[in-house]
């Protein structure tokens, strides 16, 4: 028996992992990650006995490594593509993260563009900061489109100078932006996609206690206070984020799409009642 293929980015990762586990045992994987660890991950899979059609190793902005992941998703069957690769302000510079979190997701579903039969959906990972509503001037436009040659290096600018040359400052403002990009880019490519009859939504996690997560807890000011004030009542787990996109892939929500669902534990809700 055929079954659907879904493809995984960030497939190493806390989410990706969990995706992987959670989506295999009714999909055959396709699985990529920058990190080395991904071939450890494939074989854990295997040995219980998931079906992984291909694990790729590379950088997601690589046009190659996207070409050979289309090659291995096919075409004329419907996809499922859980995009979860990123970076977070603790983890990289501000060049690196708009790169992977916005230019590479905006390759990445162009990529993929071609081959989405009917039926086929799209969730990526974006975050709650995309929703902090700090405005920089002069980047909402630039933000639609980061395929531009020269968008890192205009948007770079603006940045550095709202961060008053504090490295630290700039990765956190590029994270915010590069998050509040892709919650832009997914309704715009749901409209696009809506006679393909091919869905795409995002997730918005909040603290997740994956590898990231545990690094922005010790690293990041205020990190920790936000992991202990969810209103749920205790803090969110990498299959947290996956059963909420189980259930964006399915058939349960076919009528959702160019829309984003938070994942936080109700802390968005709560910071905003807090603010009045
Ligand atoms: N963990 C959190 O608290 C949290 C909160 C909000 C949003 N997010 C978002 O959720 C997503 C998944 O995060 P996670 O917590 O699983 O993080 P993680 O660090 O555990 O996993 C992210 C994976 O992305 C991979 N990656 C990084 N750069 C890449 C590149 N250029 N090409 C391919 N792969 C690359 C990493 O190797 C890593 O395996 C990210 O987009 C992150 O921004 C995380």
Not at 54 to 75: I, K, Q
Not at 190 to 213: E, F, Y
């Amino acid at each position: 028996m055929t079954r659907r293929k879904v493809l995984v980015t960030g497939a190493a990762g806390g989410m990706g992992r969990a995706c992987a586990r959670l989506f295999g045992a009714t999909h055959d994987l396709v699985l990529t990650d920058a990190s080395a660890r991904l071939t450890l991950v494939a074989e854990e899979l295997e040995a219980d006995a998931y079906t992984v059609r291909a694990a790729r190793t590379g950088d997601l902005g690589d046009t190659a490594l996207l070409d050979a992941l289309v090659a291995d998703l096919g075409s004329g069957e419907p996809v499922t593509i859980l995009h979860t690769a990123g970076l977070s302000p603790s983890q990289a510079d501000w060049r690196s993260i708009l790169s992977v979190n916005l230019v590479a997701t905006e390759k990445l579903l162009a990529a993929v563009e071609p081959i989405l039969a009917p039926g086929s959906v799209v969730v990526a990972i974006a975050s709650t900061a995309g929703h902090v509503p700090i405005e920089i001037p002069g980047t909402a436009d630039l933000l639609k489109a980061p395929l531009d040659t020269a968008f890192l290096d205009t948007i770079g600018a603006i940045i550095e100078a709202a961060a008053g040359g504090n490295a630290a400052g700039a990765s956190g403002l590029a994270y915010l932006l590069s998050k509040r990009a892709v919650l832009r880019l997914v309704e715009r490519k749901a409209v696009a996609w809506g006679a393909k009859g091919a869905r795409i939504v995002s997730i918005s996690p909040g603290l997740i206690l994956t590898p990231m997560g545990r690094q922005e807890v010790e690293q990041t000011p205020g990190a920790a206070e936000t992991r202990d004030a969810a209103p749920a009542g205790r803090p969110g787990t990498a299959m947290d984020i996956a059963l909420a996109a189980r259930f964006l892939a399915s058939d349960s929500a076919t009528f959702i799409t160019g829309t984003d669902l938070r994942v936080d534990g109700g802390t968005t809700a709560a910071m905003l009642s807090m603010a009045g």
